[in-house]
Every structure is written in C-alpha cells, then in structure tokens.
C-alpha cells in the first residue's frame, strides 16, 4: 500500500470537513419525523415507516452508487436505466433461459459491473467527459432493456423465491414484531460494507484522492485511470444490486422504467453533503439524505399535500440543504 | 446559528403547505385515488370529475399519479401512503397489476373497499372497475378511417407506449378490426412515442418521408395525436386522413381547422365521476356493479358542439 501525499491529504480533509453536515442533515431528518408525527396520527405507525424504508431503498442504492462516482470529481447519468437493465437481464436469465436464482443474482450484479467498467473506462482511458459518456450510456441500456426484453415487462412468476430478496424479511422471522423487509436490510449492510471501503482501503483513498487533485494522483506514479475505472466498476455492481431490489419488489423487470431516477439518486447525495465538485463526501450522509426524500415526500403525502406542491417543497429543501453547507464552509474556511 | 434557521425556515415552509391539507374536514369519508399520471389534461379531467363527485356525495378525495406510466415503483409508493392514511375506499388505475397485488391484498385484509379506474388490474380483488372500453373504441376509430380513405391503402400508427393496457389495447382494437373487416387497408408501420408531442411529431415524420403514398394516421393518445397533426402541417400533406385520441385545446382546434378529421373521446370526467360514486357506495357497503362502462364517442367538427360531447372533451 503506498499511500500518497496528495491522498492522505484528501482524507484528514474530509474528516475535518464531513462531519458538520452529516449532523445538520440528521438534525433535519429528525425535524421532519417530529413535526409529520405531530400533523398525523397517520404518520408514525410501523406500516407506514416500514413503507417509507422501503421506497427508501432501491434510491438509496443508487446514491451510494452516485456518491462513489461523484467523490472522484465524477457523474453517473446512466445509473437509473443501468439498475433497469441490471433488472432485464435478471429476467432474461431466470425467466428466458429457467435458470436457478444465483445465476439471475449472479448475471445482473455481473452485468452491472461490466456496464460500469465500459463507463469508466470511456471516461478515463478515452477521456471523454463523464457527463456525456454516462449521457450516452444511459441512453444505449434504455433502448437494450427495451429491445432485450422485447419492450414488454418479464415476469418472476416461475421464480417464487425472487420477490423475497426485496420483500421477504430476514430480521421479522427472528424478530416477529419488527418486519424489516430485506430489501432495506441489503440497503444498510451495502451502506456500511462502501463506508468500509472508502474509509479503509485504498480504492476508498484514492476515490478521494481522484476527486480532490486528480493531477497530483497521476503525479505521484499512481496508475490514476485504472483506479477510476474499477471505481465505476463497483458503482455499476451496485446498480445490479438495485436492479434485483426494483425487480423483485415489483415481481417484474419493467423495461421502460429508470429514466430521471439518476436525478433522485444525485439529489440524495448532495443533500446528504457529497461535493458535486469532488473529493468529499460520505455514504453516512447519502442514506440521511436518501431518507430526508422519502420521508418528506410519504410525509406530505399522508397530509393530502397537492402533488404540484410536494415537488415543489422538494425542490425546496434541495436548494436549502445545500446552501445551508455552503454557508457553514464559507464561514469555516 | 444561521445555517440552522435557514433549514428551520424551510421546514416551516413546508408546514404551511401541510397545513392547508390538515384542515379538511376529518369525519367525512377519505377516498384516494392513485392515477397513472397527473400533469396531462386527461388526468386533471378525470380528477376533476372526481372532485365533482366528492362535492356531489360530501366526501374528501385526493388525486395522485406519477410523472411517467413506467414508474411503477413511484405508483407502489403512492398507493402505500394512500393506505396508511386508512381511507374508506380507495381508487386504483394500475401500471401494472401484479406490482400492486401485495398491496391490494393488504388493502383486502384491511376491509378497504379497491375499485380500479380507467384501466382494469388483473385481480378480484376490485370489487368494481370503471373504464373505457380501449378495444372497441380503436376499433370504431378504425372502421371511420376505413370509410375516409375509401376502403384501401396504407395506414400507419403512432402509439404513447407498448408497454401499458391502454397502449396495447388501442393498438390491437385498430389493427385487428383494420384485419377483419377492412382487409384492402394496409398498416404499413407502428411507432411509439411515450405520448410525448415532440417525440411523436418526429416519428410521424419519419413515417410520412418513409411512405409517402400513405393515406391515414391514427395517434393512440392525445400527445400521439398532436404529434401527428403537426408533422402534417410541417411537411404539407393535406391530404392525409388523421384521426386522434381524447381531446384537448390543440386537437379540437386541430379538427375544427380541418387538419384532423375526427377523435376518439373517452368519458376522463365520467371516469373520475363513477370511481368516486362507486367508492362511496361501496364503502357504505352498498352493492356495486362489478364492471362500469364508462363509454366512448367519436367527435369531429360538425359533432364537437353536441352537448354530449361537449360535456366530456376537456381544453
């Protein structure tokens, strides 16, 4: 292991930096749960926060998909139809082809590593700008999940088991009282093993160490491009993972589904205090930030909150989440 | 602390909205209705018949559909919510039937009434379906695009999705009646534009540059149908038969220009109407047809102005 300068630099950074926010946006979280839980009855009962977890879910593993990308100084546009595709090529495996249901888990984590691995490699060995070469990928999976999958939804029905990987609960048949479907189960042990990573490996070092100084990565002898590809490798290996929570969540991959998810899934992460600009963030702030969304928009739903008004107030508390850390970093620095 | 006023600022944003829902009335009956869409104008027709009825019957409704028809997930979300709100009854139009099944059967358990609108959901578990017969009103839209093309040629289609009921149904109505009973028509092309006009207006194009002898078009939906219209403009094909899909201030301006010459219209009011009436009488427990035809017409510009189309087309 040879960390850089320029690396380790990054991530004393980070630690000085990340924490503030992470507090801002749990606090905020914490004040949306009390005040929902005072205006409805509705609002706070286990039904309906089992609800919210699970429509937290599929999103919060795209942001953790985003948040690796966007902290090298990066952007996934494609994550959304990438989960999609993932999902497609879980149906044609298990669905198409009969096959036993590792093999669909196995060929749509697969897939989705192998998509990210094109991404990544477009962006560092072709250096074309990620924007435009996710643009473009995002656009080349909508249109192969429509043609792979013969533009209409695959159906799990001859996999009983698949809809259990999202909606069947591991932690309610130990503990009865506390259904926690397994979809959100897989959101939080994903969270902790990609905190792991970016904090203790050296993938996880130079993540930052890209989206900090790139120059100063390459400067030092790093093998700067292969790094980034194996970055948006492992972004796009959970996108797979997203794509079997979306599927079998929905007994079906559903080929025209994904386009403006990727949207949701960067929005999560800014709000959660990831630097659009690169070099810091955290997946800690990403599930807060995933979670401020749903909670919000199941919040305003339960008080019969107009729809034309819920996406404005989301839209709101986007602008105000992160102007309220820009603030806080201009005061510090 | 500046930085944490700001965000209390937009939580008490936020609270003001909320409160302006908080204050209806919390005896009357609650219904939600969970549409497939929102922003287009026929889903504000048929929320605006379910508020017609709402007023009519003294009830609380709310309307809620996702952006796109492809977020099923987003719809799940939405009818989630709706049921942790315990409402007396609850209305569905469903993106896709088998993603909504776990939740419907918990509607079930819970003795909460589901009539499905607009398109049906492959279950017994709605005790009553409101909707527009798709196939035959293709079907009708079909035989009037036979008879105005004088009975042979080539005729193609432009479809919102291949995906959805509505989109399938309305496609296979035209096709299958064009095969049986107008055998000398040809359907030379199907394309999909998502019922986007923009989208479609290209794809139209293209059909027309790609056949040139063609005779009619038919858009499947009100943004298909604009689609349509508006390529025949651009590339000057006057003599093209169109025929549309719902209604709308563009394509009823469209066929009282003459560049239409007629549309299909579903009752979207009626729709919102039955839903709610069926809801309530359910919810009371009373007995509900199982299934409400809520019906069709076919309009053009010497039967726009009848009352009863005029009472079921929307701007």
């Given at each position: 292991m040879t960390a850089t300068p320029a690396a380790t630099g990054a991530l004393s950074r980070l630690k000085a930096s990340g924490a503030h926010q992470k507090i801002l946006a749990f606090a905020s979280l914490i004040v949306l749960l009390v005040f929902f839980s005072l205006a409805s009855p509705n609002f706070l009962q286990t039904s309906n926060i089992l609800a919210i977890l699970q429509a937290t879910s599929v999103n919060g593993v795209l942001a953790i998909a985003a948040t690796l990308v966007i902290i090298t100084g990066g952007i996934d546009l494609s994550v959304g139809t990438l989960m999609t595709f993932c999902a497609v090529i879980a149906g044609v495996v298990l669905t198409f082809w009969g096959m036993a249901l590792p093999f669909g888990i196995i060929a749509a984590i697969a897939a989705g590593t192998f998509c990210g691995f094109i991404s990544g490699s477009l962006i560092a060995?072709?250096?074309?700008?990620p924007f435009i070469a996710t643009l473009g990928m995002m656009l080349i999976l909508k249109g192969l999940s429509l043609v792979i999958s013969g533009t209409k939804p695959i159906y799990f029905n001859d996999t009983p088991s698949f809809p259990l990987i999202s909606t069947g609960s591991l932690i309610g048949s130990f503990i009865p009282a506390l259904p926690v479907p397994n979809g959100v189960l897989i959101l939080f042990v994903l969270a902790l093993v990609i905190s792991w990573v970016l904090s203790r490996t050296t993938l996880g070092r130079y993540c930052f160490a890209l989206g900090s100084n790139e120059e100063a990565v390459r400067l030092s002898g790093v093998n700067a491009d292969a790094w980034k590809v194996a970055i948006y490798a492992l972004a796009g290996g959970i996108c797979g993972i997203a794509g079997l929570l979306i599927a079998s969540r929905l007994n079906s991959a559903q080929p025209a589904l994904g386009l403006g998810y990727e949207l949701d899934a960067i929005a999560a992460v800014v709000i959660g205090?990831?630097?659009?600009?690169?070099g810091r963030g955290s997946i800690l702030g990403t599930i807060i930030g995933a979670l401020i969304m749903s909670v919000l928009l199941n919040g305003l739903r339960i008080l019969s909150v107009a729809q034309e008004w819920q996406t404005v107030v989301t839209g709101l508390i986007i602008i105000a989440a992160v102007y309220a850390d820009m603030l806080r970093r201009r005061r510090a620095g | 602390m500046l930085n944490r006023r700001h965000m209390l600022g937009a939580i008490s944003a936020v609270a003001l909205m909320a409160s302006a829902g908080i204050?209806?009335?919390?005896d009357k009956l609650y219904i939600p209705l969970i549409s497939k869409g929102f922003q287009h104008q026929f889903w504000q027709a048929v929320k605006a018949g379910a508020d017609k009825a709402a007023a009519e019957l003294g009830v609380e409704v709310t309307f809620e559909g996702p952006d796109t028809e492809a977020q099923v997930d987003r719809q799940i979300d939405m009818l989630a919510a709706a049921l942790a709100k315990k409402p007396a009854a609850i209305g569905f139009a469903a993106l896709d039937s088998q993603a909504a099944i776990p939740l419907l059967k918990q509607a079930q358990e819970a003795g909460i009434p589901v009539i499905a609108f607009d398109s049906g959901v492959d279950?017994?578990?709605?005790v009553a379906t409101a909707a527009t017969d798709n196939l035959a009103a293709a079907a009708l839209a079909a035989d009037k695009m036979a008879e105005m093309i004088g009975g042979s040629g080539k005729v193609a289609l432009v479809v919102h999705?291949?995906?959805?009921r509505t989109g399938i149904d309305r496609r296979d109505g035209f096709v299958n009646r064009m095969k049986e009973a107008h055998p000398e028509v040809e359907i030379v092309d199907i394309q999909y534009g998502a019922g986007d006009q923009l989208q479609s207006t290209e794809i139209a194009k293209a059909i027309l540059t790609a056949h040139s002898d063609l005779k009619g078009m038919f858009g499947a939906n009100e943004g298909s149908a604009i689609g349509v219209v508006n390529a025949k403009k651009e590339l000057g094909k006057t003599d093209l038969v169109v025929i549309g899909y719902d209604s709308g201030a563009a394509q009823k301006a469209a066929i009282m220009d003459g560049t239409m010459a007629g549309a299909i219209t579903q009752n979207p009011v009626g729709i919102g109407y039955e839903t709610v009436k069926a809801a309530v009488a359910a919810a009371k427990g009373e007995a509900v047809s199982k299934?409400?035809?809520?019906g069709f017409f076919y309009y053009d510009k010497s039967t726009i102005d009848a009352p009863e189309i005029a009472a079921v087309l929307y701007d």
């Amino acid at each position: 292991m040879t960390a850089t300068p320029a690396a380790t630099g990054a991530l004393s950074r980070l630690k000085a930096s990340g924490a503030h926010q992470k507090i801002l946006a749990f606090a905020s979280l914490i004040v949306l749960l009390v005040f929902f839980s005072l205006a409805s009855p509705n609002f706070l009962q286990t039904s309906n926060i089992l609800a919210i977890l699970q429509a937290t879910s599929v999103n919060g593993v795209l942001a953790i998909a985003a948040t690796l990308v966007i902290i090298t100084g990066g952007i996934d546009l494609s994550v959304g139809t990438l989960m999609t595709f993932c999902a497609v090529i879980a149906g044609v495996v298990l669905t198409f082809w009969g096959m036993a249901l590792p093999f669909g888990i196995i060929a749509a984590i697969a897939a989705g590593t192998f998509c990210g691995f094109i991404s990544g490699s477009l962006i560092a060995r072709m250096k074309i700008p990620p924007f435009i070469a996710t643009l473009g990928m995002m656009l080349i999976l909508k249109g192969l999940s429509l043609v792979i999958s013969g533009t209409k939804p695959i159906y799990f029905n001859d996999t009983p088991s698949f809809p259990l990987i999202s909606t069947g609960s591991l932690i309610g048949s130990f503990i009865p009282a506390l259904p926690v479907p397994n979809g959100v189960l897989i959101l939080f042990v994903l969270a902790l093993v990609i905190s792991w990573v970016l904090s203790r490996t050296t993938l996880g070092r130079y993540c930052f160490a890209l989206g900090s100084n790139e120059e100063a990565v390459r400067l030092s002898g790093v093998n700067a491009d292969a790094w980034k590809v194996a970055i948006y490798a492992l972004a796009g290996g959970i996108c797979g993972i997203a794509g079997l929570l979306i599927a079998s969540r929905l007994n079906s991959a559903q080929p025209a589904l994904g386009l403006g998810y990727e949207l949701d899934a960067i929005a999560a992460v800014v709000i959660g205090g990831t630097s659009l600009a690169g070099g810091r963030g955290s997946i800690l702030g990403t599930i807060i930030g995933a979670l401020i969304m749903s909670v919000l928009l199941n919040g305003l739903r339960i008080l019969s909150v107009a729809q034309e008004w819920q996406t404005v107030v989301t839209g709101l508390i986007i602008i105000a989440a992160v102007y309220a850390d820009m603030l806080r970093r201009r005061r510090a620095g | 602390m500046l930085n944490r006023r700001h965000m209390l600022g937009a939580i008490s944003a936020v609270a003001l909205m909320a409160s302006a829902g908080i204050g209806a009335a919390q005896d009357k009956l609650y219904i939600p209705l969970i549409s497939k869409g929102f922003q287009h104008q026929f889903w504000q027709a048929v929320k605006a018949g379910a508020d017609k009825a709402a007023a009519e019957l003294g009830v609380e409704v709310t309307f809620e559909g996702p952006d796109t028809e492809a977020q099923v997930d987003r719809q799940i979300d939405m009818l989630a919510a709706a049921l942790a709100k315990k409402p007396a009854a609850i209305g569905f139009a469903a993106l896709d039937s088998q993603a909504a099944i776990p939740l419907l059967k918990q509607a079930q358990e819970a003795g909460i009434p589901v009539i499905a609108f607009d398109s049906g959901v492959d279950s017994d578990i709605p005790v009553a379906t409101a909707a527009t017969d798709n196939l035959a009103a293709a079907a009708l839209a079909a035989d009037k695009m036979a008879e105005m093309i004088g009975g042979s040629g080539k005729v193609a289609l432009v479809v919102h999705d291949q995906t959805s009921r509505t989109g399938i149904d309305r496609r296979d109505g035209f096709v299958n009646r064009m095969k049986e009973a107008h055998p000398e028509v040809e359907i030379v092309d199907i394309q999909y534009g998502a019922g986007d006009q923009l989208q479609s207006t290209e794809i139209a194009k293209a059909i027309l540059t790609a056949h040139s002898d063609l005779k009619g078009m038919f858009g499947a939906n009100e943004g298909s149908a604009i689609g349509v219209v508006n390529a025949k403009k651009e590339l000057g094909k006057t003599d093209l038969v169109v025929i549309g899909y719902d209604s709308g201030a563009a394509q009823k301006a469209a066929i009282m220009d003459g560049t239409m010459a007629g549309a299909i219209t579903q009752n979207p009011v009626g729709i919102g109407y039955e839903t709610v009436k069926a809801a309530v009488a359910a919810a009371k427990g009373e007995a509900v047809s199982k299934s409400i035809d809520t019906g069709f017409f076919y309009y053009d510009k010497s039967t726009i102005d009848a009352p009863e189309i005029a009472a079921v087309l929307y701007d």
